[in-house]
């Protein structure tokens, strides 16, 4: 096996979240439930904005290395993971609060309003990541009012 076919092997691994972008479905919102799992048994790490800005570059950096047809296929879903987690950074990590940010980030990586929908237009890796981490952008700020009023 040539060097450039194991580091893709790793890639797929990396970008797909241990494959969970290969069940079929919804695998978007299996790999944001699954960052959800992660976020509530290590919050302290998965919280933390330095690690979330952190994952948003290294997710361009693999899907950039990674080989892949189309312009933002399904399967890959670490976009999924960064944008959960910036969802719920910052904030204090209970069981509701997770399922809230969970259906919130869905709504928005879903719904794509402004200026979601414009970022996907950006080019390769970049255009993939960008439109779940201004989601979660959005899906944090609503948390935050949220959590004003309740």
Excluded at 6 to 20: F, K, P, S, W
Excluded at 64 to 75: A, H, I, M, S, V
Aim: glycine share 10%; proline share 4%; hydrophobic share 55%.
């Amino acid at each position: 096996m040539g060097i450039r076919k194991a580091l893709n092997r790793v890639l797929a691994c990396i970008v797909t979240c241990c494959y969970v972008g290969y069940i079929p479905g919804a695998p978007g919102t299996y790999a944001s439930a699954l960052g959800c799992v992660f976020i509530y048994l290590f919050p302290v790490l998965f919280t933390n904005i330095f690690f979330c800005v952190g994952l948003a570059l290294f997710s361009i950096l693999c899907v950039n290395f990674f080989r892949y047809d189309g312009e933002d296929p399904g399967y890959i879903v670490i976009d999924e993971l960064a944008g959960i987690c910036v969802t719920l950074a910052g904030h204090n990590i209970t069981l509701m609060n997770t399922i809230i940010g969970f259906i919130l980030f869905r709504i928005f990586d879903i719904a794509k309003p402004f200026p979601i929908k414009q970022s996907e237009r950006l080019k390769g890796a970049s255009g993939i990541v960008a439109d779940d981490v201004i989601a979660g952008i959005f899906a944090n700020v609503i948390l935050v009012i949220l959590g004003r009023f309740l």
